[in-house]
């Protein structure tokens, strides 16, 4: 008899599995009718472009963002000035006529760099720029005088360990890529410590630099003492390489006034344009609105944020309502790890079948190249055709993986993803920077941006069928809807 029911409920699972195909869990269009269903898309793709790019619209992401960055400044996580740029937010997608604008509560980090002061005290005087790594301990309230030690990679420090004892560690590491080079910045204090170290002061993580130190976070290890860490200018940083290499004797001094404080009260922003026939369910675009508390945040993530806005308001300019409802979302707490996301998650997936998309711009709104994706071979099909209604402005490629750290929750669950690639060639001379200002922003790379990100989501919002779904999601149905049937 078990049998006859894991028949009977394996037929609901093409709807459960986030509508694979079509509603009714039949597959009943061949690729070429879908070709054909996005060709129909052509004449609104061009009315979107013409608005976004050469229409009233032209600059308009650029200009809310400049007034927005200007008035509010750079957004940490659990700092008033966040809660401002929340506040602001909620008004102004209220006043744009955006559909169910609310707020949902989650809990975020709050820390505070305090007081920094860095000193090269030997062989000479030289002033340190420093920006202190979230989640930093401070140091003592006299601050810290100790000799350097100097290695270009963990395996270096971890040779030499008898030589770090009492030192501070000082890291000269290569930037090679961002995703590799990132882990002197997190793991940096905790590695320094191991060894005996009393502080660690990292290259910035950075391809380029004039004497700009790059913030970020960083975490510490359970059983692993706390040291404060900070990150310095690659300049400052190749010097005292450059020293230790000579034998030269290097002594710093180092004051941090950074305090941690319990969570914080944060919210996730949200706006929509619902649905015409399938409300329930989700195309979700987005950004974060949280920055680091140096420059404006206007490059991380304020374009990201702001075109996202601009896709909503774009569709509801041309009198558009997709059927599907087209969810803006403005994440809280993503420079902390993406917990603003990660908890909205944990609110919204028990309706993970009816999230059609997730999208997110987290790298910059330079110039667009095309849109990652994640997902089955099949829904990349899909989207590569949708793309090609983007070839009036000669951004139609599409590449291997969605980035986004917001985003990642669903994709990991089997819900297909999209993030805005761009070229990211100076992002990184910027990023977490007193760099990262509304000067890095150009008006026409924005609204060439807000014009992909808009075609995008509009069309797969309005298609009839959902993007096919993951087997991993099938699964996930399987084991909610039948676990007394397959697990005896």
């Known amino acids: 008899m078990k049998?006859?029911?894991?028949?009977?409920?394996?037929?609901?699972?093409?709807?459960?599995?986030?509508?694979?195909?079509?509603?009714?869990?039949?597959?009943?269009?061949?690729?070429?009718?879908?070709?054909?269903?996005?060709?129909?898309?052509?004449?609104i793709a061009k009315a979107i472009i013409d608005l976004a790019v050469h229409g009233e619209a032209q600059n308009r992401s650029y200009e809310r963002l400049a007034v927005f960055a200007d008035t509010i400044g750079p957004r940490l996580s659990g700092s008033k000035n966040l809660d401002a740029a929340i506040k602001y937010m909620f008004s102004a997608l209220q006043e744009d006529r955006l559909e169910n604008v609310h707020l949902e509560p989650v809990k975020v980090p709050h820390w505070e760099r305090g007081e920094e002061f860095a000193m090269m005290l030997e062989p000479r005087n030289h002033s340190i720029a420093i920006l202190g790594l979230g989640n930093s301990v401070a140091t003592p309230p006299e601050g810290i005088t100790a000799e350097v030690i100097v290695v270009a990679s963990f395996d270096e420090l971890h040779r030499r360990a008898q030589e770090a004892k009492g030192k501070v560690v000082v890291y000269n590491q290569p930037f090679i890529t961002y995703g590799e080079t990132v882990q002197y910045r997190s793991q940096g204090a905790v590695e320094a410590a191991k060894v005996g170290a009393v502080a660690s002061l990292i290259r910035s993580i950075a391809s380029f630099s004039i004497h700009s130190p790059h913030t970020g976070w960083q975490n510490y290890q359970p059983g692993v003492p706390q040291i404060p860490t900070a990150c310095i200018s690659v300049e400052d940083a190749e010097m005292m390489s450059r020293m230790s290499l000579r034998g030269t004797k290097i002594v710093v001094y180092l004051?941090?006034?950074?305090?941690?404080?319990?969570?914080?009260?944060?919210?996730?922003?949200?706006?929509?344009?619902?649905?015409?026939?399938?409300?329930?369910?989700?195309?979700l675009v987005s950004g974060h609105l949280d920055s680091w508390d140096v420059g404006q945040g206007a490059m991380d993530d304020g374009g990201g944020a702001f075109i996202s806005w601009e896709a909503l308001s774009l569709v509801k300019d041309l009198g558009l309502r997709p059927k599907r409802t087209l969810r803006l979302v403005l994440w809280t707490g993503e420079e902390q790890g993406g917990v603003g996301a990660e908890q909205y998650y944990q609110l919204h997936k028990e309706n993970i079948s009816n999230f059609d998309i997730v999208m997110e711009s987290d790298e910059g709104t330079f110039k667009p190249m095309g849109l990652g994706f994640t997902g089955t071979d099949e829904a990349r099909d899909i989207v590569k055709e949708i793309m090609t209604l983007l070839l009036p402005i000669n951004v139609t490629n599409i590449y291997d993986t969605a980035e986004g750290i917001d985003i990642d929750y669903w994709m990991r669950d089997g819900v297909p993803g999209a993030s805005l690639h761009d070229d990211i060639s100076k992002y990184f001379w910027f990023h977490h920077s007193h760099g990262d200002t509304m000067t890095v922003q150009d008006p026409n790379q924005m609204n060439l941006c807000a014009a992909v990100w808009t075609v995008v989501s509009y069309v797969i919002a309005d298609m009839e069928e959902m993007l096919p779904r993951s087997l991993q999601e099938r699964k996930t149905c399987l084991d909610i809807f039948c676990p007394l049937f397959i697990r005896k």
């Open 255 to 283: 004051k941090m006034g950074a305090k941690t404080y319990p969570d914080s009260s944060s919210l996730n922003t949200v706006a929509e344009i619902v649905g015409s026939k399938y409300p329930e369910q989700i195309v």
């Open 3 to 43: 049998y006859l029911f894991l028949i009977f409920f394996m037929n609901f699972l093409p709807p459960c599995a986030g509508k694979s195909l079509s509603r009714d869990g039949n597959y009943s269009k061949t690729f070429e009718d879908i070709k054909k269903e996005i060709g129909g898309y052509s004449n």
